[in-house]
């Protein structure tokens, strides 16, 4: 056992968080604490860390083992680079590689019983430079550096130019490389994207050490963890398994709990009633077995009702009408930032009911994409259509929609004057927020809060389109099931992107991956993308090989096109197959009307020339003038048209 904790309290002004708290951690175990937000997760890890002291209890780590903590956002701060920061966890090693060079230049200054003491130093150095993977010291480091997400060109880059999330990546990194007997992460995954996640379970799985993890990563705990610690109101209790078998353990035991309280409700409420008829017989005996039945009530232990599942909560989407069947159609869609291309004539659709999930590494442009769709950002080049009667309602996660000098109320009341006082609170309570909390400021709520009344937003907004940014972040397990249950019954069109893989997997119907430049699509969920994965890469990868012998241009140039990314070599699904063939027969419609324009452009100039030339019309100036700027307008358009043609023709 590395880690006991005994009897952990802690209350903070009169509210309880912890209460008699019990749980140990062996060698090498990978185990998780979980619970709704508020139920004392980080407390009891910073009681853990002895940077909070228990009000009473016990924290005991075995003797010479070593602890390692990273807090949420706990990020470095210093001016060194990301490379020299992780490198200086393995400081040690450096002075010692520096004592070996300075022996190996000593030596051949140095001759009898002093260089016979200098070659025992150097084998003493060279030895305890092995024993500390000295010579794999560099490449370890540029393992983790790589594996959290950062790329070569960015180890060069200072730790004081980069983003809160980036330097939480370095501060897991240094955390990783220093090797505790006791790792203890708190949201480890939150700045992660998928690739750098998987990474991360990797690692930690091979890891040596035991490994102590809160997270709402719910597929990140069923890889990584045999033990789920659970806190709910204030109580711990352990389940062997990872978190889909403490899942399920945990429904048996509430719908037990449930009874068990429900039965003994009945029970009292009998009791109850039996003690009222006999005292209103108004007789002495009568009036004494009520005194007795009261006494042993009063003996009797409550049970206290045990936390409802998806009750404090709810969350219903309904579109206000259906849209047609064609709800986006993207075309030649581009898009740079300083002068790194994100992506490049990006096209797919998006029919009435989908739910698409869209994924790729940070930075590849998937937040900038729903942007553009929902006309936050202007795209270089393309264009997108929406269908008929689609109404869109978007969550992004920087709560753009949200009025921060707005309270609560007013944000919602504002926006939706029809509702009544009580039903706004009603709506505002179903997130969580009651009493006073109503009249807070949005500038003055947390990341977590404030998706909260973003979602509160949606769900009014009867939208049948949802573009969503991330709509899992700083929401605990129980909201996430909510919102993963109402998107399932929701019967408009979803388009998202997500780190969450267990979120995705209950809610995705269709994958589009934003990787290389390229979307490429799966259509299914996420276990379904990564069973295709490797067999849809190689086909990208060979089809971007032909595009680069026929036209001779970069990757970074080659047409991306959802869905139909690898689809002329066939490796595609066949609903890609149908899409791109959809998509081609409405550039040839695109095609004949563009045709169809030109000629009526050509036929209406050809009139003004002919009027032009009237006698009537050419001796007044100022129907000539109207002619002429009507001809010149005209003549602009056309030159349009002919451009246009050329490209639809291509």
């Known amino acids: 056992m590395i880690l006991s904790c005994q009897n952990i309290?802690?209350?903070?002004?009169?509210?309880?968080?912890?209460?008699?708290?019990?749980?140990?951690?062996?060698?090498?175990?990978?185990?998780?604490?979980?619970?709704?937000?508020?139920?004392?997760?980080?407390?009891?890890?910073?009681?853990?860390?002895?940077?909070?002291?228990?009000?009473?209890?016990?924290?005991?780590?075995?003797?010479?083992?070593?602890?390692?903590?990273?807090?949420?956002?706990?990020?470095?701060?210093?001016?060194?680079?990301?490379?020299?920061?992780?490198?200086?966890?393995?400081?040690?090693?450096?002075?010692?590689?520096?004592?070996?060079?300075?022996?190996?230049?000593?030596?051949?200054?140095?001759s009898g019983e002093a260089l016979d003491a200098l070659m025992k130093r150097y084998t003493d150095l060279t030895h305890a430079f092995e024993m500390g993977d000295g010579y794999s010291y560099q490449s370890e480091v540029i393992g983790v550096l790589k594996g959290l997400g950062f790329a070569e060109t960015e180890f060069s880059k200072s730790v004081s130019t980069l983003s809160g999330g980036q330097k939480t990546r370095v501060a897991l990194g240094k955390l990783l490389l220093q090797k505790p007997d006791l790792i203890i992460l708190d949201e480890p995954t939150n700045h992660l994207d998928?690739?750098?996640?998987?990474?991360?379970?990797?690692?930690?799985?091979?890891?040596?050490?035991?490994?102590?993890?809160?997270?709402?990563?719910?597929y990140f705990l069923d890889r990584i963890c045999t033990k789920i610690i659970e806190l709910d109101q204030t109580k711990a209790m352990t389940f062997l398994g990872n978190y889909s078998d403490y899942a399920e353990k945990k429904k048996m035991l509430r719908i037990a709990a449930m009874n068990a309280y429900l039965n003994q409700q009945r029970e009292i409420q009998h009791q109850e009633a039996v003690i009222e008829k006999l005292r209103s017989f108004n007789r002495e005996k009568s009036i004494k077995r009520a005194e007795s039945r009261e006494k042993m009530l009063d003996k009797i232990e409550r049970i206290e009702k045990p936390t409802e599942v998806n009750t404090d909560m709810k969350l219903t989407l309904t579109p206000y009408r259906e849209s047609g069947k064609d709800v986006l159609t993207v075309e030649g869609l581009?898009?740079?930032?300083?002068?790194?291309?994100?992506?490049?004539?990006?096209?797919?659709?998006?029919?009435?009911?989908?739910?698409?999930?869209?994924?790729?590494?940070?930075?590849?442009?998937?937040?900038?994409?729903?942007?553009?769709?929902?006309?936050?950002?202007?795209?270089?080049?393309?264009?997108?259509?929406?269908?008929?009667?689609?109404?869109?309602?978007?969550?992004?996660?920087?709560?753009?929609?949200?009025?921060?000098?707005?309270?609560?109320?007013?944000?919602?009341s504002d926006d939706y004057p029809y509702l009544t006082n009580t039903e706004i609170r009603n709506v505002l309570a179903a997130f969580l927020f009651t009493g006073d909390d109503v009249f807070k400021l949005i500038k003055d709520l947390s990341g977590g809060e404030r998706g909260r009344v973003s979602l509160a937003k949606l769900m009014l907004g009867n939208a049948n389109f949802l573009i969503l940014d991330e709509p899992t972040n700083?929401?605990?397990?129980?909201?996430?099931?909510?919102?993963?249950?109402?998107?399932?019954?929701?019967?408009?069109?979803?388009?998202?992107?997500?780190?969450?893989?267990?979120?995705?997997?209950?809610?995705?119907?269709?994958?589009?991956?934003?990787?290389?430049?390229?979307?490429?699509?799966?259509?299914?969920?996420?276990d379904y993308y990564l069973e295709k994965r490797d067999i849809q890469m190689a086909t990208l990868d060979e089809q971007i090989k032909k595009e680069e012998e026929r036209s001779g241009a970069s990757t970074t140039s080659a047409s991306a096109t959802s869905d139909t990314t690898a689809s002329k070599g066939g490796a595609l699904d066949y609903k890609a197959k149908k899409e791109e063939e959809a998509r081609i027969r409405k550039k040839e419609n695109d095609l004949k009307k563009c045709e169809a324009r030109i000629a009526e452009l050509e036929a209406r100039i050809s009139e003004i020339d002919e009027e032009m030339a009237k006698p009537e019309i050419a001796t007044s100036s100022i129907k000539l003038q109207e002619l002429a700027k009507e001809q010149d307008a005209l003549k602009v358009e056309l030159e349009q048209k002919y451009e246009q043609w050329e490209t639809l023709a291509e």
């Open 9 to 110: 309290c802690k209350e903070f002004v009169e509210k309880k968080v912890l209460q008699d708290v019990s749980f140990h951690v062996e060698d090498n175990e990978k185990a998780a604490i979980v619970g709704i937000n508020g139920a004392g997760k980080t407390t009891l890890l910073r009681i853990i860390v002895g940077e909070s002291a228990p009000d009473s209890g016990l924290v005991t780590l075995s003797k010479d083992k070593t602890l390692g903590y990273l807090a949420q956002n706990n990020a470095v701060s210093t001016k060194n680079t990301i490379y020299e920061e992780l490198l200086s966890v393995k400081q040690n090693l450096l002075d010692i590689e520096a004592m070996m060079r300075k022996c190996e230049e000593d030596m051949k200054e140095t």
């Open 194 to 218: 998928v690739s750098s996640i998987s990474w991360l379970e990797t690692y930690l799985l091979n890891y040596k050490g035991a490994v102590l993890i809160v997270s709402h990563d719910r």
């Open 334 to 412: 581009s898009k740079s930032f300083d002068g790194k291309n994100l992506f490049h004539d990006v096209s797919f659709e998006i029919k009435r009911g989908e739910h698409v999930a869209i994924l790729g590494d940070n930075g590849t442009g998937k937040t900038t994409l729903l942007k553009i769709l929902n006309e936050v950002l202007p795209a270089d080049s393309g264009k997108f259509t929406l269908g008929t009667n689609v109404e869109i309602g978007y969550y992004d996660q920087e709560h753009h929609v949200l009025h921060p000098e707005k309270s609560l109320f007013d944000e919602i």
């Open 474 to 526: 700083h929401l605990d397990i129980a909201s996430k099931e909510i919102l993963e249950d109402a998107l399932n019954s929701y019967s408009g069109t979803v388009l998202y992107v997500s780190h969450d893989r267990y979120f995705i997997n209950r809610t995705a119907h269709r994958i589009l991956e934003l990787t290389k430049n390229h979307f490429v699509s799966y259509v299914g969920n996420y």
